[in-house]
Every structure is written in structure tokens, then in C-alpha cells.
Antibody, heavy 120, light 107 residues
Framework: EVQLLESGGGLVQPGESLRLSCAASGFTFSTYAVDWVRQAPGKGLEWVSSISGSGRSTYYADSVKGRFTTSRDNSRNTLYLQMKNLRGEDTALYYC?????????????WGQGTLVTVSS | EIVLTQSPATLSLSPGERATLSCRASQSVSSYLAWYQQKPGQTPRLLIYDASNRATGVPARFSGSGSGTDFTLTISSLEPEDFAVYYCQQCSNWPLTFGGGTKVEIK
């Protein structure tokens, strides 16, 4: 059974940094792209970033480009999202999601999410 | 960026009725469109990928159609557990984008 478990969320002030993690199990982690998707309270889904199975290719939403960095450690089956210069509009539940096959494919498994709150 | 516009925003129907949800893309996404269901307090669930393929375990009452810029998710006969928010997503171009969602509520 595929499992994705996010951690690292919390309350931070604007301009601060935070690193999210997503521990994966139940599938061959290194062969799948994984993404971050966020959902602001009471709002819809917003794709944040994608990373290929090898980690060599990454893509970002314009809203986070230059501030967020996604990476992965295939030896630890873990996905990361380093977030810098956080803003109020980054407040959201952050999900990691597994691509159905390769990059740019729908997400067939989702974690439960970790909440990031940016507020002074 | 490809903008996905979902309509209607809210659909009020009774159990047993047919639901028809629309997703329109600002430019062609070929057949690279997916549909998700999200219930309150739950994570999204993949229903349809590549416009018309049901994901594993998805009941046959859910069907997807369309290509290019116009897509439809149809629920043939609403079950009580189908009342939820539905999102479309395009996987044709970066950045990946989601529609704003359609809420299917009990009438």
C-alpha cells in the first residue's frame, strides 16, 4: 500500500524559512515523480512543484519560483520542500502526491498534508 | 499558463440524479486532463486520467469525456457518497494547473 507522510509544517513569521518532508513507502520511490500541491484554507488545489524520479528535473509554479526548492533523497525514500521568504499567501495545507507514472502525470496517491501558517 | 474554468461552481442535485460537470481549458491540453474528488476533511482522490480512463477502484458510474479544450465528468446516478467537490487538472503543459472546482451538493 502506498503511503505518503508529510511533516515539518508549523507557524512561521513572514520572511522566515521552513522545510517540509514527505516520507514515502509502499512503492519503488526512485522510479516515480513526486509533487507538492497546496490548498489554502477553504480554497481549491494549487500545484506547487514536481521532481522527477532521479531528481534531475524540477518544475515550479510561478508563485513559488525562486523561493521554494524541491529535492529528494531516494536512499531515504523522502521528498523535501525547502521554503524561503515565506508570505501570508503561502499559508496552506501542503500535500505530497505521487505521479501515476512519470513527470506531468496525474496524482494517484496523496499524503494527509502538513499545515503551514505564515503570520506575524 | 493554462487556465481551467469549471462550471457550474455549485450543482444541487438529489441522489439518483445525473451530474454533468464541465471543465474548459484556455488552450488545448489534448487528452491530458484528470478529475479528482475531494470530500470535506479528506485528501483528493484521482477519479479519471487522460480524459476518459477511470482510475483503479473508481465505480463505473463515473465517466469522463472530451479532448482539446472541453471536458465533461458525468456521474450517471448520484450516490450519497458522491456529494463532494470535484477538480479538473491539466497535465499537458507546465505549470500544471487545477480548475477552481465544482461542488456537488444535496438538493
Amino acid at each position: 500500500e502506498v503511503q505518503l507522510l508529510e511533516s515539518g509544517g508549523g507557524l512561521v513569521q513572514p520572511g522566515e524559512s521552513l522545510r517540509l518532508s514527505c516520507a514515502a513507502s509502499g512503492f519503488t520511490f526512485s522510479t516515480y515523480a513526486v509533487d507538492w500541491v497546496r490548498q489554502a484554507p477553504g480554497k481549491g488545489l494549487e500545484w506547487v512543484s514536481s521532481i522527477s524520479g532521479s531528481g534531475r528535473s524540477t518544475y515550479y509554479a510561478d508563485s513559488v519560483k525562486g523561493r521554494f526548492t524541491t529535492s529528494r533523497d531516494n536512499s531515504r525514500n523522502t521528498l523535501y520542500l525547502q521554503m524561503k521568504n515565506l508570505r501570508g499567501e503561502d499559508t496552506a495545507l501542503y500535500y505530497c502526491a505521487k505521479g501515476r507514472t512519470s513527470l506531468s502525470t496525474p496524482f494517484d496517491s496523496w499524503g494527509q498534508g502538513t499545515l503551514v501558517t505564515v503570520s506575524s | 499558463e493554462i487556465v481551467l474554468t469549471q462550471s457550474p461552481a455549485t450543482l444541487s442535485l438529489s441522489p439518483g440524479e445525473r451530474a454533468t460537470l464541465s471543465c474548459r481549458a484556455s488552450q488545448s491540453v489534448s487528452s491530458y486532463l484528470a478529475w479528482y474528488q475531494q470530500k470535506p476533511g479528506q485528501t483528493p482522490r484521482l477519479l479519471i486520467y487522460d480524459a476518459s480512463n477511470r482510475a483503479t477502484g473508481v465505480p463505473a458510474r463515473f465517466s469522463g469525456s472530451g479532448s482539446g479544450t472541453d471536458f465533461t465528468l458525468t456521474i450517471s446516478s448520484l450516490e450519497p457518497e458522491d456529494f463532494a467537490v470535484y477538480y479538473c487538472q491539466q497535465c499537458s503543459n507546465w505549470p500544471l494547473t487545477f480548475g477552481g472546482g465544482t461542488k456537488v451538493e444535496i438538493k
